[in-house]
């Protein structure tokens, strides 16, 4: 019986070394012009971008495009975000040491790691269990222990380890999804793009004060869909 894809790649990930990469000049390169250069000025933001390995998390044989200034196809219909924007929602949560963040979306694991590199604990929710599972694998391989990925509907989020100092969608709503909010500590941030499925939709920036949401449109943006359970 054939292997299933993801036992393979996982696999495959255990025996690539962790180690200095020759695209480190790229990644620097990337944080000054990209991301940088448009405006992202939080320091542990800017060092956690040069310090992780994008390279790592988008598929091998589109490596050397992985510090180019846009979103990559990382397979079943999915992308990993572009650098920038990657940076600028990791901004936008003003991440702290001591925080608890929820990510709906895990894809290859890219900002989950980021997140990763500047809070206390990262729990983040992928509906795809291929993505999932070699997500994880990569981030335990990547030594990245305050991460725990869950295979799931984020839809509905992570209640058992609610509330979350700040939540990050990766995938386009249609609407902000009422059980994110609500396990949304008070005080806390959620970003997350909002509008029509395959259109231009809208970054909105959602904190919690007093129970409402008070919401700020940030920028036309365009993400893939977030999927629920029936539609994978």
């Given at each position: 019986?054939?292997?299933?894809?993801?036992?393979?790649?996982?696999?495959?990930?255990?025996?690539?070394?962790?180690?200095?990469?020759?695209?480190?000049?790229?990644?620097?390169?990337?944080?000054?012009?990209?991301?940088?250069?448009?405006?992202?000025?939080?320091?542990?933001?800017?060092?956690?971008?040069?310090?992780?390995?994008?390279?790592?998390?988008?598929?091998?044989?589109?490596?050397?495009?992985?510090?180019?200034?846009?979103?990559?196809?990382?397979?079943?219909?999915?992308t990993i975000s572009q650098?920038?924007?990657?940076?600028?929602?990791?901004?936008?949560?003003?991440?702290?040491?001591?925080?608890?963040?929820?990510?709906?979306?895990?894809?290859?694991?890219?900002?989950?790691?980021?997140?990763?590199?500047?809070?206390?604990?990262?729990?983040?929710?992928?509906?795809?269990?291929?993505?999932?599972?070699?997500?994880?694998?990569?981030?335990?391989?990547?030594?990245?222990?305050?991460?725990?990925?869950?295979?799931?509907?984020?839809?509905?989020?992570?209640?058992?380890?609610?509330?979350?100092?700040?939540?990050?969608?990766?995938?386009?709503?249609?609407?902000?999804?009422?059980?994110?909010?609500?396990?949304?500590?008070?005080?806390?941030?959620?970003?997350?793009?909002?509008?029509?499925?395959?259109?231009?939709?809208?970054?909105?920036?959602i904190e919690k004060k007093?129970?409402?949401?008070?919401?700020?449109?940030?920028?036309?943006?365009?993400?893939?869909?977030?999927?629920?359970?029936?539609?994978?």
């Amino acid at each position: 019986m054939m292997m299933p894809v993801y036992i393979l790649l996982s696999l495959l990930l255990s025996t690539i070394p962790v180690q200095e990469d020759a695209y480190k000049a790229q990644r620097e390169q990337m944080v000054e012009r990209q991301i940088k250069g448009r405006g992202v000025s939080d320091k542990a933001v800017l060092n956690a971008m040069r310090s992780v390995q994008r390279h790592l998390f988008v598929p091998p044989a589109i490596a050397s495009k992985a510090y180019q200034d846009g979103a990559l196809p990382i397979g079943y219909k999915q992308t990993i975000s572009q650098p920038y924007m990657v940076a600028y929602m990791t901004q936008v949560i003003e991440p702290k040491p001591n925080m608890k963040v929820m990510e709906i979306g895990t894809g290859s694991g890219y900002q989950a790691a980021i997140l990763a590199e500047i809070v206390k604990e990262v729990y983040t929710i992928e509906i795809i269990p291929e993505h999932g599972k070699m997500a994880a694998a990569r981030l335990k391989k990547l030594g990245y222990d305050n991460v725990e990925v869950k295979i799931g509907d984020g839809y509905a989020g992570w209640e058992e380890h609610a509330p979350f100092d700040a939540i990050v969608v990766t995938a386009g709503a249609e609407s902000v999804p009422p059980p994110l909010f609500e396990q949304l500590k008070e005080g806390g941030r959620m970003v997350i793009p909002v509008g029509p499925v395959h259109r231009t939709q809208t970054l909105k920036l959602i904190e919690k004060k007093r129970g409402k949401a008070i919401t700020r449109n940030l920028m036309p943006v365009v993400f893939v869909p977030f999927t629920r359970e029936g539609q994978k």
